[in-house]
């Protein structure tokens, strides 16, 4: 409060004095009036419009002077004054904001609520995007298929009228043949299109899309003449219609060739070689495809990654890491005394902490690579333990035929639980070891042990299973779901094809796989023939060896 109250009275003390000199530059210099500046009475005019509007605001003015003002002054020459238009406190609570929302395009931030996706939304997105299209194909091929048999019916419920409906021998020929081809697209139809799909592309599978496009063309042009020319015109007799089903059979199994060339045949010579790197671990592999699509050949990578691929575990990337001790700061020693007698030793200790600090930063990797092999040391013992304690008690279990003497019966559930406790130790100081154990639990080890022991397996096969990672299709159930979503990250169109030096990426929570396309290259073999007596060696003795 002190504080402002000397401020305002300065600044009241200025203004003052502006005053006074305002009053006797009036009265000295009159006769110059018609040379002033309009400065000073606006500034006048303004400070008295501020004051009406705003009693508690107060008034800041800022003199010029220049060198020799107080001579000028003296001579009656004029000053100018220059007013500061004081800001209130509160400014940020009266600013007006114009922003894009007063437009009429323009929305306020509680609209975003309305384009956010829920998770159940996203579901239902996903279930349709990956049954539309099976349904697609599965309404178009049934109709194509029933089309022929349907021109063949008509005629016989009298709802076409023909010339002749007599079916010679040669008609009946006919109908056999019809017949078996319909049965033979039933099945090839069946078997290629009629399957659960494997993943939701992002994009239209373009192959597929083009043999239903013919289907739908070839049966909309069938009905098209069926019906101009036989039912509108009643031109044909029941063998020209047996016929002409039978064309429209025959043409459905050449697209049905064609879709199996397309969709089947193409993609299996391989051109293509796909590097697979996955982050963070940097495990990789190397797969070879065909001439695929974008979004198809990371479908093809996502199959093998889960066969493939070890399950990523994030609690092995820090166990390997110790936190040191000692910070490798430098410390700088100070001479509390003061005595320059001792500055040459205390520069001394201090040329000592320094480099001791840099040899610390510098024995990073010999510290890495001490921990590595410690931590496989403390692996391979915990391993031994395990197969040891395991070993001994599958000793302990024998089957009730193979046992002489009196013998409680135990199912395999019984049993595994009566031998548990003595390898259950070891099992759980490995796993902890090697950071598996959030990924089993007691029941699920204990179905494990019982199943190995109704099938008659070894130790090592039922150590196998903790022995390492496992593949990532062989998880758990919170580690691998029904639908695993992936996001597809790639700067072409997914529907393009493979190029050489293309990359892609897939992602999936801290998991993102790199895959890097390299085309095979073309392989030029030339022959060259071995001469019968460029294969024929001679024996060269010499004294100083043993020959």
């Known amino acids: 409060m002190d504080g402002g109250e000397s401020v305002r009275s300065a600044r009241s003390e200025r203004s003052e004095r502006s005053h006074r000199s305002h009053g006797s530059h009036h009265g000295n210099g009159g006769h110059r009036h018609h040379n002033r500046p309009q400065v000073p009475s606006r500034a006048g005019s303004n400070r008295g419009m501020s004051r009406g509007l705003d009693p508690d605001r107060d008034d800041r003015s800022v003199t010029i002077k220049t060198p020799g003002q107080d001579l000028d002054m003296e001579r009656g020459e004029e000053r100018i004054e220059v007013q500061v238009i004081p800001q209130d406190d509160n400014w940020g609570d009266n600013t007006t904001a114009i922003t894009g929302n007063t437009s009429e395009t323009g929305f306020s931030m509680e609209d975003l609520n309305k384009f956010v996706v829920k998770e159940t939304d996203r579901q239902v997105g996903v279930n349709c995007a990956r049954y539309v299209g099976t349904a697609l194909t599965v309404g178009l091929s049934v109709i194509a298929f029933l089309s022929p048999i349907a021109m063949l019916l008509l005629p016989k419920l009298d709802v076409v009228q023909l010339t002749s409906g007599d079916c010679k021998p040669e008609c009946e020929g006919l109908l056999i043949s019809f017949a078996f081809k319909l049965l033979v697209l039933l099945v090839g139809a069946i078997a290629l299109f009629f399957r659960k799909p494997r ?34 015109e009643k031109q044909g007799t029941y063998e020209g219609i047996v016929q002409f089903a039978l064309s429209l059979v025959d043409s459905l199994l050449f697209v049905h060739y064609i879709a199996i060339i397309l969709l089947e045949i193409r993609h299996l010579q391989p051109q293509f070689a796909i590097r697979v790197v996955r982050s963070p671990d940097g495990e990789a592999r190397v797969y070879s495809v065909g001439l695929l699509s974008i979004q198809r050949a990371a479908v093809h990578i996502l199959e093998q990654y889960y066969k493939d691929f070890d399950t990523y575990n994030p609690y092995l990337e820090n166990v390997t890491k110790k936190h040191s001790k000692h910070s490798s700061t430098a410390f700088k020693v100070y001479d509390i005394d003061g005595n320059a007698q001792n500055q040459a030793g205390n520069q001394g200790r201090n040329r000592a902490v320094f480099p001791a600090a840099s040899r610390r930063r510098e024995a990073g990797h010999n510290d ?25 008690a599958f000793t302990h279990i024998k089957r009730l035929h193979d046992e002489q003497g009196p013998a409680i019966p135990m199912d395999p559930t019984e049993a595994a639980a009566a031998v548990f406790p003595s390898l259950a130790r070891a ?33 090592r096969a039922f150590v ?40 892609f990426q897939l992602k999936k929570g801290p998991v993102s796989l790199l895959c890097t396309v390299t085309k095979i290259p073309h392989f030029s073999l030339t022959e060259e023939m071995m001469h019968p007596k460029s294969n024929k060696f001679v024996l060269r003795l010499n004294s100083e060896t043993s020959v």
């Open 368 to 392: 890495r690579f001490y921990d590595e092999q410690e931590y496989e040391r403390r692996v391979r013992k915990r391993r031994a333990r395990l197969l040891v304690a395991t070993e001994e």
């Open 464 to 503: 196998s299973q903790y022995l390492t990672q496992g593949a990532v299709v062989c998880g758990n159930e919170q580690e691998v779901k029904g639908t695993e979503r992936w996001v597809l990250v790639c700067e072409q169109l997914l529907t393009r094809e493979l190029d050489n030096r293309m990359v």
């Open 427 to 459: 099992l759980q100081k490995y796993l902890r070891v090697t950071r598996q154990q959030p990924r089993y639990t007691m029941e699920a080890v204990l179905s494990h042990l019982a199943c190995c022991i109704s099938h008659d397996m070894s130790p």
């Open 199 to 232: 993943a939701t592309m992002p994009r239209v599978f373009v192959f597929r899309a083009i043999v239903l496009f013919l289907v739908f063309v070839l049966t909309f042009a069938f009905w098209l003449f069926y019906g101009v020319r036989i039912f509108k």
